[in-house]
């Protein structure tokens, strides 16, 4: 499974937007288990943005960061404690445009398991993992539509049971870079931009942010 993950990723051009916005990126470290899982971490509910949310490792761009991939990886010491030496890049995925306009550039990282992970618990509660089978098993509860400049998006949202992954629900932004990421890493038949079967959740419109 991880092999050919890795081919794919290696072929795949991520889109990229070419816009004057602020800059940001995140990590999506799968765990080389022999039932795969991602890693996931949930934003502490003392944060005043974002709150509650589960979220991929990332942040904003600093000035010392070489480069987007550097951000990724220095986010993820920062937040979870993942030294990047332990991180294996299989490739990157394409832009998308935060809720608080940052341009964010996810990347897909194999990691091992059983590292001594610690969640900041200034910025994070908890640290989870998510078997991919579930994703690939494409166990949505609902799928959120969410209008963006004009273009209706079909986002999937996860809650899984409590022992798959604490009952934590995955949606919004974090879904929309999964979806890609079975799209184009695992060949799986799902679009951000194709009307899925099942309950659908209409979600306020969003527009474009100014840069």
């Known amino acids: 499974m991880l092999e050919k993950l890795r081919e794919r990723l290696q072929a795949h051009r991520p889109r990229r937007l070419r816009l004057g916005l602020p800059e940001a990126a995140v990590l999506l470290p799968i765990v080389d288990r022999p039932d795969p ?18 979220a991929f490792p990332g942040g904003k761009r600093e000035p010392q960061d070489a480069d987007l991939l550097a951000t990724a990886l220095r986010e993820s010491r920062e937040e979870i404690a993942l030294p990047p030496g332990e991180v294996e890049l299989l490739g990157q995925l394409s832009d998308v ?8 550039t996810p990347y897909v990282g194999l990691i091992p398991p059983d590292l001594p992970l610690v969640p900041d618990l200034t910025e994070l509660d ?28 079909f986002v999937p949202s996860y809650c899984f049971t409590q022992a798959d992954c604490g009952g934590h629900i995955i949606w919004g932004l974090s879904a929309m870079m999964l979806v890609e990421l079975l799209a184009e890493g695992f060949e799986m ?6 009307r899925p079967t099942g309950r659908l959740r209409y979600r306020p419109e969003r527009r474009m942010p100014s840069p």
């Open 126 to 153: 908890t640290i989870f993992e998510v078997p991919l089978r579930l994703f690939l098993d494409d166990q949505r509860t609902h799928t959120d539509v969410i209008r963006f400049d004009g273009r209706d998006y």
């Open 97 to 104: 445009i935060s809720l608080h306009g940052l341009r964010v």
């Open 189 to 194: 038949p799902i679009s951000l931009f194709e």
């Open 37 to 54: 899982t991602l890693l996931f971490t949930r934003r502490a509910d003392h944060l005043n943005t974002h709150s509650g949310q589960v």
